[in-house]
């Protein structure tokens, strides 16, 4: 027995070793830590560093301190689609988690314009955000250390910081894509750890874990708020209005560590300067700290600090001295780097540094950033007030979902939107009272207003990434700004749940559903799942209905009673739960003789075909679009949609499927063999949908009889661009000249001198200037056409942000949509590119056989929130194969 207590008290001494040994490389100045608070390393049982944290013992170890101190709360967000919990852990003193509601309070009265700014008696408020990124491990091992310290630790630092701020921390705002990652790093990590980069615990396979479920990109939704880890994020968010967040990153193994501030020609045009300059006030907290241990960094160099859509930069624009931390990523325990061996545990102890740096920075410098908050709410209402447009109207009573979806959209970043007090008539387009809003421009949260309305034509080609973001353009829903002065009515707080009379009135001849409202085809899905015949008209045409004549747009659903497999009661019921389900209005008809155009009984109102979709998932695909297709068809139409790897196609069978679809990504792995077998299942009747790249390797290997534009950036073949001395390197200047033979005959050697020579320090502006990372181009489309069966506009604006260029089809009927002459509307595109785009095809609508090959040039589910071309992939599907009929 005496051996045994000895035994447990040597382990005990080596376990304290061991946390001692790993304190003093976390933390080199910490006095003593109260031996009540476990380590991280005591609660899971290995060093941090030395393996890649699960979300459940993370959730599980902060669970563990609140029961432990009375300065550590959690309180849960929700969960994310794969069901982890989303948490926030509240880190502050006794006293002033107390009264932490009064707190609150007084902190949002700042965001009153007519409120005197906060006294310095008042705690600062600091958001840790780790993880937005899955596999940007060390951040979400950072919060551990991060809390532990802060609860350890009695120092008088400590306990000034605790009674001056109020810390949250956010341990992995992204749990789903953290154990993706985790799993791989650990599944994969040896004993003793490879730092060679090609070592498989390195390479994370496809989809690797920066996304979350959908393979979306969460720090790219912070504006969009398309997935739920976004919404319940932003719910907190909105409670609070931090002084200060951090969003903390990785980047290359090769680099070092970045912060803010970044440089000015990537700075938001609309963001007031004096937010900006803050920025350096703090960084030199964040130098010290890294200077302390030395740690290389660098500041004012890369990174988008433009666009609300980042975790860094939406805080930004309620006020928030926000700010992007980026730390080169081992990528797993250990990886060789330009730098030497960089280790998990020293990039941990970076993020670590500049965490303690940003509570020390904001306690010392509240007094300025409570100013700085204050004067920038002053600064978004002068600015809306100046604001040519007044404000802005929206909404479309053929289209109650759309305008319930953008309106709940606003509601979620706190705009102020008000009820129309009367009917308004704009720029040739009416908006009715009951079914339209008012958003004003003179309100303190102005600049949110802008993003989602404005345009911004930028000039600059740095940007990394979208450059147009305008939610307005991207939804395709009714709007107009009003440049005079207008009456609001009642202000909308929340979304009204009475969702009005649906219940569907029982008919004896068939029922209609309009095409106007972007949940037709979810409607359309639900009634075929329960196997009711349904059929789509190509035509409008006005019903006589029990309440009055009703026009109805081609596209829309008319449901027959007789000739039905299931009986009139069940068909009753089928109808009942699509109209709750969809938020639909359904109507009985007793007549199938329309007042006007087509008749019930035409042969232009054909038999909907109920879609078996199959989507291209796995390495080779673009994830991220793969990741929005699979969203788009699982969360508005519950369709169950088949995800089948690039390497499955050649054994799988696709008689099952009568619709693929090809995401963007590179199908060269794929043999003559399978090309073969995906063109004779098009021909056989098979509907194709491709986007982006995929479109452009369907016309390739020649699946589809279209043509790609030949266009090139700047010179054509046999042309050489000429730099006169003059322009000093402006790329817009150069001439383009023909290459002249030399004297032998050849255009080699002696042509090559000529070609356009530049300073090496221009290359990335110069070259960034080529790329289209995301700007909003408008098409003209075709309404009558079955792809745009429901859309009532011909202006389509697309968010362009590849390569692909189509050539107007040769077949006149097939061009769906079309790149108008002057197509830019917002963002970045440079002159050349912009010619480019103009007049070339948008979408086409091709036959093959029996089949039809839907070519998308660019991505129609753009990142979740594109719902203006959604709609009209959501139409491929059901519509895509009833295009041949007359057009061929």
Do not use: C
């Not at 509240?90 to 006294?119: C, D, F, M, W």
């Not at 341990?171 to 790093?185: E, M, Q, T, V, Y």
């Not at 963001?271 to 700290?289: D, G, R, S």
């Amino acid at each position: 027995m005496k051996k045994i207590i000895n035994g447990i008290a040597l382990l005990a001494l080596l376990i304290s070793f061991k946390v001692s040994a790993q304190n003093s490389y976390y933390f080199p100045k910490a006095g003593q830590l109260d031996a009540k608070i476990p380590s991280p390393e005591s609660f899971l049982g290995y060093p941090i560093g030395t393996f890649f944290t699960r979300h459940d013992q993370v959730v599980s170890y902060f669970r563990h301190l609140e029961k432990l101190s009375d300065r550590v709360h959690v309180q849960s967000l929700g969960k994310t689609y794969e069901q982890r919990e989303q948490i926030i852990v509240t880190i502050t003193s006794p006293s002033n988690y107390a009264k932490l509601e009064q707190i609150r309070q007084e902190h949002l009265s700042q965001t009153n314009p007519s409120t005197p700014v906060l006294g310095n008696n008042a705690p600062v408020i600091i958001h840790l955000g780790y993880g937005v990124h899955g596999n940007e491990s060390s951040s979400t091992e950072t919060s551990l250390l991060t809390a532990y310290y802060l609860v350890a630790s009695n120092d008088a630092q400590t306990t000034k910081w605790l009674s001056e701020s109020v810390i949250f921390i956010d341990p992995s705002l992204n749990p789903d894509g953290r154990d993706r990652a985790a799993n791989w790093h650990n599944a994969y990590h040896s004993f003793p750890a490879v730092g060679d980069p090609a070592d498989k615990e390195h390479q994370e396979a496809w989809p690797n874990g920066r996304t979350n479920h959908y393979f979306t990109d969460l720090n790219r939704d912070w504006l969009n708020l398309v997935q739920v880890e976004s919404r319940n994020r932003l719910a907190f968010f909105h409670k609070w209005y931090p002084n200060v967040q951090i969003d903390f990153h990785e980047q290359g193994t090769n680099a070092t560590y970045y912060f803010e501030p970044t440089p000015k020609n990537h700075e938001s045009p609309v963001i007031p300067q004096f937010l900006y300059e803050f920025q350096v006030t703090l960084a030199k907290y964040h130098a010290k700290a890294l200077d302390e241990i030395g740690s290389f960094y660098f500041t004012k160099e890369n990174y988008d600090n433009l666009s609300p859509i980042y975790g860094s930069t939406y805080p930004k624009f309620y006020g928030s001295v926000a700010a992007t931390f980026e730390q080169a990523s081992s990528r797993g325990i250990l990886q060789e780097s330009s730098n030497g061996p960089l280790t998990f545990a020293f990039t941990i102890r970076n993020h670590l540094a500049t965490s303690f740096s940003t509570i020390e920075g904001a306690v010392e410098e509240k007094t300025g950033l409570f100013k700085v908050q204050k004067d920038f709410f002053k600064y978004s209402l002068e600015q809306g007030k100046k604001n040519p447009a007044k404000g802005f109207v929206f909404g479309d009573k053929k289209d109650v979902n759309l305008t319930k979806k953008f309106l709940g959209l606003l509601l979620q970043h706190h705009l102020e939107v008000y009820q129309l007090s009367d009917n308004i008539s704009q720029d040739g387009k009416t908006f009715e009272k009951g079914t339209a809003y008012i958003v004003p421009s003179a309100q303190p949260n102005f600049l949110i207003v802008h993003s989602i309305f404005e345009e911004n034509t930028l000039k600059d080609s740095i940007f990394y990434d979208n450059t147009g973001w305008s939610i307005i353009h991207a939804y395709g829903l009714k709007y107009a700004k009003l440049n005079a002065n207008f009456n609001k009515g009642v202000q909308v707080t929340n979304l009204n749940s009475d969702e009005g009379n649906l219940a569907v009135e029982k008919a004896n001849y068939a029922y209609l559903i309009n095409s106007s409202d972007y949940n037709f085809t979810k409607a359309l899905y639900q009634l075929q799942l329960k196997n009711v015949l349904v059929k789509t008209a190509f035509k409008s045409f006005v019903a006589n209905t029990k309440g009055g004549k009703k026009s109805y747009l081609p596209g829309s659903l008319v449901i027959p009673v007789v000739g039905q497999s299931i009986s009139t009661d069940s068909l009753l019921a089928a109808l009942n739960t699509a109209s709750k389900q969809a938020n639909i209005e359904i109507t009985a008809v007793s007549s199938g003789f329309s007042a006007e155009g087509i008749d019930l009984g035409s042969s232009n109102i054909k038999t909907v075909r109920k879609p078996e979709v199959a989507l291209a998932f796995g390495q080779g695909v673009t994830s991220s679009e793969a990741g929005q297709v699979w969203f788009l068809l699982n969360q508005q139409l519950d369709l169950p949609v088949t995800k089948l790897d690039l390497q499955s196609f050649a054994r799988t069978s696709l008689n099952r499927y009568n619709v693929i679809v090809l995401p963007g990504g590179s199908y060269s792995a794929w043999d003559k063999a399978t090309v073969d077998k995906l063109k004779a299942w098009v021909n056989d009747g098979g509907t194709l949908i491709t986007f982006q790249t995929a479109t452009a390797w369907a016309i390739q290997q020649e699946i589809v009889k279209e043509k790609l534009s030949q266009t090139e950036t700047f010179a054509r073949r046999g042309e050489v661009p000429v730099l006169p001395a003059a322009t000093a390197g402006k790329t817009e200047d150069i001439k383009k000249e023909p290459a002249k033979p030399s004297a032998d005959g050849a255009t080699g050697k002696q042509a090559s001198l000529q070609l356009e020579r530049l300073d090496y320090s221009r290359q990335e502006d110069v070259e960034g200037s080529k790329r289209i990372n995301g700007a909003i181009f408008l098409s003209d489309l075709d309404i009558s056409h079955p792809i745009a069966f429901g859309v009532s506009s011909r202006k389509l604006f697309i968010n362009k942000n590849g390569s692909t260029l189509l050539l107007p089809s040769a077949n006149k009927y097939a061009t769906v949509a079309q790149y108008t002459a002057k197509p830019l509307i917002n963002g970045y595109s440079s002159k050349a590119n912009t010619a480019k785009v103009a007049n070339s095809a948008a979408i086409i609508a091709s036959g093959s056989g029996s089949g039809e090959v839907i070519l998308f040039a660019d991505d129609p589910t753009y990142r979740g929130y594109w719902l203006g071309t959604a709609r009209l992939f959501l139409n491929s599907i059901f519509f895509g194969n009833l295009v041949g009929g007359g057009n061929r």
